[in-house]
DNA sequence: CTCATATTCCACAGAGCTATGGATAACAGA
DNA sequence: TCTGTTATCCATAGCTCTGTGGAATATGAG
């Protein structure tokens, strides 16, 4: 790999960006980079999830680590990796984003297999900010736990699509649902709010998931859902319980 | 490259986001990427800039068509490969910012080749507007001719680096230079504002180049510089003179 | 010190990618 | 139709990447 690197300079700084590249050429990098942009896990945990046998799964994280794309945090003899700082979801968000917006077979894959997942019109920010203010809605967050109590969106409340069947009850039949993942390329939202209007009830998608949320700015509540059950009214009760790794930046910033 | 597909569809997802990132794997395609942000080119025009051989291009091309990141248009004998869509460009965007933020070797790279490029602080886009409509400033596009021609701030002059020695004449000695190029990473203005200020000019470079101006929504205009010489006054005058591929959308839009 | 757990390192075989030159295709002009 | 120009296609040789299992490392508990 010398492209007659005629110490142009130029080259090099072309070589430090496919650095990057290097990363998203392999589907299931991205998919763990799409995994640490919603909470850090172990290796372990990121085998399993991307169904990966444990030593590919570090070989593909040592890859990213090269890339400084990740960082890693150790805790006993586990490792846990995160993502470096919100530029990377930023970018992995751009990519999501591009794929979109030019790859037709991405629309298609979603609508043939989310149980029509992308037909639905979704809720923006704003409306949800506006209903939940008015106590009109719930927010659910469907992701698993790990990555609701590593950061979700105020108020809302831990309900991971693998349980929504089963703890139906929880949620008050009046109220509509509003559900988010983890990005608008996530099917899990999109499944559970087709299972809830299968039970009848009334169920929307939010417009993007927790990353883009953060990223507009928009606050975010750490820590697990104390929530036992009942009720469904979730007026930002305060459940943080703050025991996480705190992501760099709050800000909001534009491309700076 | 078959991850025991189960059939899953989440994994078919991912392969089409490493569509793209296959594109971005190579040094030269990402630089033919980031000619192609800044204006339309022929297979051969596009060789001769990032050095590659014909036929090399011409495969490089081919993969990014393939992940429909370019598109083409026949003129004759010629093909003209073009960007395809803003998304493109806003995804090159986001991985040069990606590769500032996290690479400490890309600002090492431009400190020490760019004649201390990065040293210089930089004018924003809102101090440039207000001091352009003062007339404090002349705005210079150091950008090769035909990038100008594709798009350019409005009143810039097009005084392409490789020109500007020869004909540093036509500045008004008395007004301060602001030049920008093709963005961030782009050396053209560095090295202009350089040579300019070893001339006791005062210079300095824009925050970015032109693809984030656009971005940014702010106007664009198309056509060739038609300034003959002298003066360097230039209050917005229209030299739009559109004979050019109007790229698709002109809105701003924010991650949609 | 020894053992158990969680990761990383290593060597290797199979698959894929890149550059290259020669052949082929599309087009314009005479 | 013939010719020159521009771009794409094709076959190939050299190199890199990926997945894998086994070995080595780091940490914590006895």
Redesign the interface.
């Known amino acids: 790999m010398e492209?007659?690197s005629k110490a142009d300079?130029?080259?090099?700084?072309?070589?430090?960006?496919?650095?990057?590249?290097?990363?998203?050429?392999?589907?299931?990098r991205?998919?763990l980079l799409?995994l640490l942009c919603q909470a850090e896990r172990s290796v372990e945990a990121l085998a399993e999830a991307a169904?990966l046998k444990l030593t590919t799964a570090s070989a593909h994280l040592q890859v990213m680590r090269q890339?400084?794309?990740v960082e890693t945090r150790r805790e006993g003899t586990r490792v846990f990796y995160r993502a470096?700082?919100e530029?990377?979801c930023?970018?992995v968000?751009?990519?999501?984003?591009?794929?979109r917006?030019?790859?037709a077979?991405?629309d298609q894959?979603?609508r043939?297999?989310g149980t029509d997942a992308a037909g639905t019109e979704r809720v923006s920010r704003d409306e949800l900010l506006a209903r939940v203010q008015a106590g009109e809605v719930v927010v659910l967050d469907v992701r698993p736990a790990e990555e609701y109590s590593a950061g979700h969106i105020p108020g809302a409340r831990s309900l991971p699509l693998e349980h929504l069947e089963a703890r139906l009850c929880e949620l008050d039949p009046d109220l509509e649902v509003v559900a988010y993942c983890r990005g608008p390329?996530c099917?899990l939202a999109p499944e559970a709010v087709s299972l809830l209007r299968g039970r009848g009830r009334r169920a929307r998608c939010l417009e993007d998931g927790l990353p883009?949320w953060r990223?507009a700015g928009l606050p975010v509540e750490e820590g697990v859902d104390t929530d036992g059950g009942s009720s469904g009214r979730n007026e930002a009760r305060s459940s943080l319980r703050d025991r996480r790794t705190p992501r760099s930046s709050p800000a909001v910033g534009?491309?700076?």
């Open positions: 492209y007659e300079g130029r080259s090099d700084l072309y070589e430090q960006l496919a650095r990057i590249g290097k990363v998203v050429v392999h589907p299931k991205i998919e799409d169904g890339a400084r794309l470096a700082g530029e990377v930023r970018f968000g751009a990519l999501n984003d591009l794929a917006a030019r790859l077979e991405v894959i979603l043939s297999l390329l099917l883009e990223q534009g491309r700076s």
